[in-house]
C-alpha cells in the first residue's frame, strides 16, 4: 500500500494518503505522518472529512497529542450530519485517544456515548471497543 501510493504521487499531493501510509505502515511511516500532522493546513481542522482521516492517522501512530484537534473537528462534522454508526466508531477513537492521555473523565464519557450509538445502529465491534474503553477506565 505505502509502495503504491508513493509511486502514485499521492503521499505530497493527497491528504488521504497520511491515513494510507499511518494504517499501512505506522512504525516504518510515523514520523512522516507526524510531520504532516504538525504542518497540517488549518482546512484540516474545519473539514470534518480531512479531520477525520488525520485524527485517525494520529491514533493509529501513537500520536495521542496531535490527535484532539482533528478527532473534535470530526465528531462534531459527523453529529451535524447524523451518521451514527460513524460517529459510533469515531467516538471510539476519541475515547482511546483520551484514555492514552490519561483524561479518564473525557473517555469514559465519550465511550459510554460510543456504546449507546454503536448499540442502536447495530455496530457490535465498536460497542464492544467502547465496553474495553470503560472497563479498562473502571479499573482505574
Excluded: H
Aim: proline share 4%; net charge negative.
Amino acid at each position: 500500500m505505502v509502495d503504491a501510493a508513493e509511486r502514485a504521487g499521492a503521499v505530497e499531493n493527497d491528504p488521504r494518503a497520511l491515513t494510507v501510509l499511518a494504517y499501512a505502515a505506522p512504525i516504518e511511516c510515523g514520523s512522516v505522518v507526524t510531520k504532516w500532522l504538525d504542518s497540517a493546513p488549518s482546512s484540516a481542522e474545519t473539514n470534518a472529512e480531512l479531520a477525520r482521516g488525520y485524527g485517525s492517522a494520529a491514533v493509529v501512530i501513537g500520536s495521542f497529542e496531535l490527535a484532539p484537534r482533528f478527532l473534535a473537528t470530526a465528531v462534531d462534522g459527523l453529529r451535524s450530519q447524523g451518521r451514527l454508526g460513524n460517529l459510533a466508531r469515531l467516538l471510539v477513537i476519541q475515547s482511546w485517544d483520551a484514555t492514552c492521555l490519561g483524561e479518564w473523565p473525557a473517555a469514559l464519557s465519550m465511550a459510554d456515548e460510543a456504546e449507546r450509538l454503536a448499540a442502536e445502529t447495530s455496530e457490535p465491534v465498536w460497542a464492544a471497543g467502547a465496553q474495553a474503553i470503560t472497563s479498562r477506565g473502571s479499573e482505574a
